[in-house]
């Protein structure tokens, strides 16, 4: 019986010639597994040829890469043994989420302005560098910021009430502000490629839909936006998947006459944010630093709410 043969580079899955793997190369596509999970339509765009040699392309990584199959109930539990958790700094906020922020899934945080939803952000950055032992992930993170709300003193602050050093903890962060909704989405694929040279295990979007909002207003363009939306948050559970990381996102709120989960501040994003996130937490103002948070959606842990504070140390138990 011949030998089956090993594959380890773009080349070695069928239908792949120098030029067609330098092409994905290019396009920050450079090992088995993230070819395995592109979207038909863009290895098509990016490779130019036929939808037809694209899908015998895909399934062959796929079959190289071991997904896209059925599998038994008890191989996806041994698959979630691997799943983290990446604490936020209140103990009761990780709890009302199982212990922390779970890798492999999509978290958001929403609520009107001053519900301390850049503040969360900013711990998270500064957690993610902790040993597991302390509730961090002994990672790096990525903040993709869209309204230019990343202040490296804030992050001095909470590192020195944690006892880290400031400069080692913010050589750890990476930011990119994104101008717009296109340069927002492009920002994902270049974190796959700084993934593979940093230990990346948190990804962070403030805000998730600040420029499709702006961009994309009026009834006429709404699918388009959440067309858009879509394959964004699609692109960030990937980014996930890939590299058992935690992605935390914000979102802003409209007022309106209808009521969701008691709290007339919906969140934007409609359907589209409501199914991609994994976890749903709502935000709002109490009395001086306290905050009320509230999980909405989960696939595990019922609706609870707890009170958190947002002080100059960072985040804490309420």
């Known amino acids: 019986m011949a030998k089956e043969k090993k594959v380890e580079t773009l080349e070695d899955i069928p239908g792949i010639g120098e030029a067609t793997a330098q092409k994905l190369r290019d396009a920050g596509i450079t090992d088995i597994i993230e070819l395995a999970v592109m979207p038909l339509a863009d290895l098509v765009a990016i490779a130019e040829i036929s939808e037809n ?3 015998k392309i895909l399934e062959a990584a796929r079959k190289f890469a071991d997904i896209g199959n059925f599998v038994q109930g008890d191989q996806i539990l041994e698959k979630r043994k691997h799943i983290a ?3 936020t700094g209140s103990q009761a906020l990780d709890s009302l989420v199982g ?3 779970e890798t492999q899934s999509i978290t958001e945080f929403f609520g009107p302005f001053g519900s301390g939803k ?3 952000i900013h711990q998270l950055l500064v957690n993610v560098t902790l040993p597991e032992e302390k509730g961090g992930l002994n990672g790096e993170a990525l903040l993709i910021d869209t309204e230019n709300t990343f202040r490296p003193e804030r ?4 590192s020195k009430a944690l006892n880290l050093n400031p400069e080692d903890v913010l050589k750890r962060i990476h930011v990119a502000r994104a101008y717009n909704s296109s340069h927002q989405m492009l920002l994902v694929d270049k974190a796959f490629e700084i993934a593979k040279e940093h ?3 948190l990804i962070a979007v403030d805000s998730l839909t600040a420029h499709f909002r702006v961009e994309y207003s009026g009834r006429s363009s709404l699918a388009e936006r959440q067309q858009m939306l879509n394959r ?3 692109d ?3 980014f996930a998947d890939v590299y058992n990381a935690v992605v935390a996102v914000t979102n802003q709120v409209s007022a309106r006459p209808d009521v969701f989960y008691g709290d007339p501040n919906q969140p934007i994003g409609g359907n589209i944010v409501g199914h991609t996130a994994t976890f749903r937490i709502s935000l709002r103002r109490s009395k001086g630093e306290k905050r009320i948070a509230r999980l909405i959606d989960s696939p595990a842990y019922p609706e609870g709410e707890v009170v958190i504070q947002i002080s100059d140390e960072g985040v804490r138990d309420g």
């Open 99 to 101: 212990g922390g922020l």
């Open 85 to 87: 958790k990446l604490t």
């Open 155 to 158: 992050i001095s602050s909470m």
């Open 236 to 238: 960030l559970l990937r």
């Open 199 to 201: 230990p990346i295990r």
């Open 232 to 234: 964004h948050m699609h």
């Open 53 to 55: 040699q694209a899908r």
């Open 118 to 120: 850049t503040q969360i």
